[in-house]
């Protein structure tokens, strides 16, 4: 079967699409032909070696954690899926970019009627960090929340997700997506110089919460508009929140069956859109990184094996 592989740190370069042998599931896993793999900012991080002190690779090395498929193969202790079975889930082995991928039986889910291949497959990683950011500041009725990164892959389902629970959504995003933002409730705010201002304004005068997806510097932001540090949460930096108190609640804190479930079904039933920007062919798959580390894709992209 064909997998991407890389075999050192570095750039979309060192990314190769090779033969390797269809893996075989353990007694509680099944067997999926992959549909659709959403591809992941923190993957690029972690073939750059930026990441190495947190999440080394081991070489070769495989990449994906989403997926979306049909079931193939079923482990003689799996109960409750069959050959044939439409699934979503997500494997801890960076191997979903791929034509096949194990997955443990209690990682998958059944696909919803009127949920997309390209949708399935891309919602577990942002998904369930998007679920975690907003449990993490616990927004209300009564709060402002501002998300930076509010149109990408995680920004843009957390922006709905803090909605759903009748907070005001403040949103950083780049001019082009602020219509889009918009038409989901979420008041819109440039980038740039005096941001700080330009927030105060749109949150007349108070903000709550905010829900970092970005780094760069929005740790310290939120500090500066008086945001309580346990009700600040990033993704990214780390470093920062360890410096002021902040929370750091991620994919991790929410990486269960029972989060993608719910997910999946609000998303089949519109009550959740996950935007995909673009889908590649998994032979493409240096193209995609190359327009995801861009960093100016509106929501999720995804590789079709």
Same mark, same amino acid.
């Given at each position: 079967m064909k997998a991407v592989r890389f075999h050192e740190y570095g750039g979309i370069d060192v990314l190769r699409v090779e033969e390797v042998q269809r893996p075989v599931p353990g007694p509680d896993q099944v067997l999926v032909e992959v549909r659709a793999a959403g591809v992941q900012p923190g993957e690029a991080h972690i073939r750059s070696g930026e990441l190495h002190e947190r999440w080394p690779a081991t070489f070769p090395s495989g990449q994906g954690s989403d997926l979306a498929g049909v079931v193939v193969e079923v482990g003689a202790q799996v109960r409750g899926f069959a050959v044939g079975d439409e699934v979503l889930g997500f494997t801890h082995h960076r191997a979903s970019h791929a034509e096949f991928v194990v997955?443990?039986?209690?990682?998958?889910?059944?696909?919803?009627?009127?949920?997309?291949?390209?949708?399935?497959?891309?919602?577990?990683?942002?998904?369930?960090?998007?679920? @975690?950011?907003?449990?993490?500041?616990?927004? *209300?009725?009564? &709060?402002t929340v501002v998300v930076s990164g509010a149109a990408g892959g995680v920004g843009s389902l957390a922006v709905q997700l803090a909605r759903r629970r009748g907070a005001t959504v403040i949103g950083l995003a780049d001019e082009r997506n602020h219509g889009w933002l918009k038409e989901r409730g979420v008041v819109p705010v440039a980038y740039g110089s005096d941001v700080a201002v330009r927030i105060r304004e749109a949150a007349g005068g108070r903000v709550d @919460?905010?829900?970092?997806?970005?780094?760069? *510097?929005?740790? &310290?932001l939120a500090v500066e508009l008086g945001v309580r540090p346990e009700r600040i949460n990033t993704i990214r930096d780390w470093q920062a929140a360890a410096r002021v108190g902040a929370r750091t609640y991620g994919e991790g804190a929410a990486a269960c069956a029972v989060v993608l479930g719910e997910l999946a079904r609000l998303a089949a039933r519109g009550e959740l859109e996950v935007p995909i920007a673009r889908t590649y062919p998994l032979e493409q798959v240096r193209d995609a990184f190359g327009e995801l580390e861009l960093r100016h894709t509106r929501g999720k992209i995804v590789l079709r094996p």
């Amino acid at each position: 079967m064909k997998a991407v592989r890389f075999h050192e740190y570095g750039g979309i370069d060192v990314l190769r699409v090779e033969e390797v042998q269809r893996p075989v599931p353990g007694p509680d896993q099944v067997l999926v032909e992959v549909r659709a793999a959403g591809v992941q900012p923190g993957e690029a991080h972690i073939r750059s070696g930026e990441l190495h002190e947190r999440w080394p690779a081991t070489f070769p090395s495989g990449q994906g954690s989403d997926l979306a498929g049909v079931v193939v193969e079923v482990g003689a202790q799996v109960r409750g899926f069959a050959v044939g079975d439409e699934v979503l889930g997500f494997t801890h082995h960076r191997a979903s970019h791929a034509e096949f991928v194990v997955a443990n039986d209690v990682n998958v889910v059944f696909r919803p009627e009127g949920l997309s291949w390209d949708v399935a497959g891309s919602l577990y990683v942002a998904g369930t960090t998007a679920y @975690a950011t907003v449990f993490a500041v616990d927004p *209300g009725p009564s &709060d402002t929340v501002v998300v930076s990164g509010a149109a990408g892959g995680v920004g843009s389902l957390a922006v709905q997700l803090a909605r759903r629970r009748g907070a005001t959504v403040i949103g950083l995003a780049d001019e082009r997506n602020h219509g889009w933002l918009k038409e989901r409730g979420v008041v819109p705010v440039a980038y740039g110089s005096d941001v700080a201002v330009r927030i105060r304004e749109a949150a007349g005068g108070r903000v709550d @919460a905010f829900i970092d997806t970005f780094g760069a *510097g929005y740790v &310290d932001l939120a500090v500066e508009l008086g945001v309580r540090p346990e009700r600040i949460n990033t993704i990214r930096d780390w470093q920062a929140a360890a410096r002021v108190g902040a929370r750091t609640y991620g994919e991790g804190a929410a990486a269960c069956a029972v989060v993608l479930g719910e997910l999946a079904r609000l998303a089949a039933r519109g009550e959740l859109e996950v935007p995909i920007a673009r889908t590649y062919p998994l032979e493409q798959v240096r193209d995609a990184f190359g327009e995801l580390e861009l960093r100016h894709t509106r929501g999720k992209i995804v590789l079709r094996p």
